[in-house]
T-cell receptor, first 111, second 115 residues
Framework: SQQGEEDPQALSIQEGENATMNCSYK?????LQWYRQNSGRGLVHLIL?????REKHSGRLRVTLDTSKKSSSLLITASRAADTASYFC???????????FGKGNQVVVIP | DADVTQTPRNRITKTGKRIMLECSQT?????MYWYRQDPGLGLRLIYY???????NKGEISDGYSVSRQAQAKFSLSLESAIPNQTALYFC??????????????FGEGSRLTVL
């Protein structure tokens, strides 16, 4: 079964606004990761947050993790047209030794 | 040059044909993965390998086989392609991380169409 379900599925925002995506999962995890995919291209790793971490920042990205609710959020601040992409969360569940990806969030940033 | 290279990038074939998708990497990673992506379904794991002698089935391995010819090479085969195997296929690598899975590095994908 799929680990990692993003919500909402599609988001359209104006340049300069913030974009927030959420991801929920079902089992205990070692870490949770976020990836970006530009149309038809390979996925690119954005950020990894470990199960004992609650928040992590990387440039304009902020990721939170709530293991009690089994959920994570990705915030992109001051969005740019170049942020237009699909964003996926992926979970590394205990004992699985592999990542399970969610269905993805399509974000469109309007210039 | 790309660190993870997939060939071919695009392929159109007919039902029943045998197809091989190849992946090579220059990152020196032990772990390699094959995923398929379908619209609305995200990425699903087909097979993964932690070293040359270690091959494991993922969640959707039926109809597929793999070969880890060397640390740097991991091939995916469709012995008899069928139309519902039409998808975008990704190879990925990661470094050894013990019981944890670290960052994956993806190739650019192989788009396969089965008529």
């Amino acid at each position: 079964s799929q680990q990692g379900e993003e919500d909402p599925q599609a988001l359209s925002i104006q340049e300069g606004e913030n974009a927030t995506m959420n991801c929920s999962y079902k089992t205990s995890i070692n870490n949770l990761q976020w990836y970006r995919q530009n149309s038809g291209r390979g996925l690119v790793h954005l950020i990894l947050i470990r199960s004992n971490e609650r928040e992590k920042h990387s440039g304009r990205l902020r990721v939170t993790l709530d293991t009690s609710k089994k959920s994570s959020s990705l915030l992109i601040t001051a969005s740019r047209a170049a942020d237009t992409a699909s964003y996926f969360c992926a979970t590394d569940a205990y004992g699985n030794n592999r990542l399970a990806f969610g269905k993805g969030n399509q974000v469109v940033v309007i210039p | 040059d790309a660190d993870v290279t997939q060939t071919p990038r695009n392929r159109i074939t007919k039902t029943g044909k045998r197809i091989m998708l190849e992946c090579s990497q220059t990152k020196g990673h032990d772990r390699m993965y094959w995923y398929r992506q379908d619209p609305g379904l995200g990425l699903r794991l087909i097979y993964y390998s932690f070293d040359v002698k270690d091959i494991n089935k993922g969640e959707i391995s039926d109809g597929y086989s793999v070969s880890r010819q060397a640390q740097a090479k991991f091939s995916l085969s469709l012995e008899s392609a069928i139309p519902n195997q039409t998808a975008l296929y990704f190879c990925a690598t990661s470094n050894t991380g013990g019981s944890n899975t670290g960052e994956l590095f993806f190739g650019e994908g192989s788009r396969l169409t089965v008529l």
